[in-house]
């Protein structure tokens, strides 16, 4: 192994993202197996972050950003429009915000939270021992 130090950091961020990729899944996208929901999942945190820095973004722009053909694009977005995960105006996406307020509970928050702060308990002791080493 060249370095074990960033194996171990690797390992750490792919740990964490894919325990807040199966919460997520499980909350809005369960009927299809995570797999299948990836493209649709990603598809709407795009459109969720054009959202809230206010800057909503066309199907266009959602394949850039996300380097996606604009056809599996349309395809996520109208999954997503249908399940009333967000809505359209004119040709740009916004998050449906009351419909999203009301699938992240507490209990949602309070898994994804541990998750991000193991996963930042990690991090820092590996930064800590690649700074005495």
Partial sequence: MKNPLEFAFAHTVARMLVDCMH???ADAYAPKHIGAAFEEMFVSFAIHIGTAEDRPMSATKVA???GIPRTNV??????????DIIYSVGNVYL???DRLTKRITPTLIRKQMKTIAQAQAELAKLESSALTD
Avoid: C, E
């Avoid at 349309?74 to 399940?83: E, S």
């Fill in 23 to 25: 919460v997520i899944h």
């Fill in 64 to 66: 850039g950003f996300l």
């Fill in 74 to 83: 349309l395809r996520a977005l109208a999954q997503l429009r249908k399940k």
């Fill in 95 to 97: 998050t449906n915000v």
